[in-house]
């Protein structure tokens, strides 16, 4: 009999930040990699510059997943599309899934930012799949879930599951607090969940206080924290959770 060494899954957090980069942290990504397949789960506008700090090459990414329509979780998209134009003169297609009217907000972001590029083609598909809590998508190899979770955008916002490899990756994109959260987080072997602020209250926002009363509710293997605001940061070396920082690796 040989032993076969399981393939890991590698998720590296390329930002953690909130909208407004604070303490410098980059907008919302994670790069997933199982084997041959790699996935982003949300690519905010910033996300492009943290590809290069951690070594990702952002023409080999086949899906990105969106949590929800704002720009430090989508707005990364237009820069990837205008990227693999010209500058990896890609053609490997890419797969985008998220809340219905991803595709008219990408489109209308890039339209807006350089005229007339997509008009003339990328050289490369660009599909996009609307994420639906009744439906899971299989994708590479993935099974791709998500809640319906609190927070604005101007269509539904979701938490995402990705399970692949008998592996599992729970991420609660940006929410106020929900009882969709201990769900999604159930039996994962990571949850990434969003904490904006210390103890002020946020509309459509965690906050730290809430999570450590409500953390027994998770039963996840590892329980990690990211988009964190400058109330937080305040107090980054005083917390018992973990917290995510730009360019963590963490194998599962
Ligand atoms: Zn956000």
């Not at 009217?101 to 996009?128: K, S």
């Not at 994962?188 to 210390?198: G, I, M, R, T």
């Amino acid at each position: 009999m040989t032993n076969v060494t399981p393939i890991e899954l590698i998720v590296t957090c390329v930002g953690s930040g909130d909208a407004f980069h604070s303490g410098g942290r980059l907008h919302s990504c994670y790069h997933l990699t199982w084997g041959e397949a790699q996935f982003l789960l949300d690519c905010g506008a910033s996300s492009p510059a943290g590809f290069m700090r951690c070594g990702i090459h952002a023409d080999q990414l086949d899906v990105v997943i969106v949590s929800h329509l704002h720009g430090d979780h989508f707005g990364g998209i237009p820069y990837l599309l205008l990227a693999g134009k010209y500058l990896h003169r890609r053609t490997r297609p890419l797969l985008c899934i998220g809340p219905e009217g991803l595709q008219q907000r990408v489109e209308q972001v890039f339209n807006a930012l350089y005229p007339g590029v997509l008009a003339d083609g990328l050289g490369f598909a660009v599909t996009y799949r609307v994420l639906d809590s009744a439906a899971a998508v299989a994708v590479q190899g993935a099974r791709i879930s998500c809640v319906p979770v609190v927070h604005g955008g101007g269509a539904q916002a979701f938490g995402i599951r990705v399970e692949i490899g008998g592996r599992s990756v729970s991420y609660s994109g940006d929410t106020e607090w929900t009882e969709q959260l201990p769900l999604l987080a159930q039996g994962s072997d990571l949850f990434v969940c969003e904490c904006f602020s210390y103890d002020q209250p946020t509309p459509g926002h965690l906050d730290y206080v809430t999570l450590l009363r409500e953390k027994e509710r998770f039963s996840t293997q590892r329980l990690v924290l990211s988009h964190l605001g400058p109330q937080l940061l305040e107090r980054a070396d005083q917390l018992e959770l973990e917290l995510l920082y730009d360019g963590a690796r963490l194998w599962l």
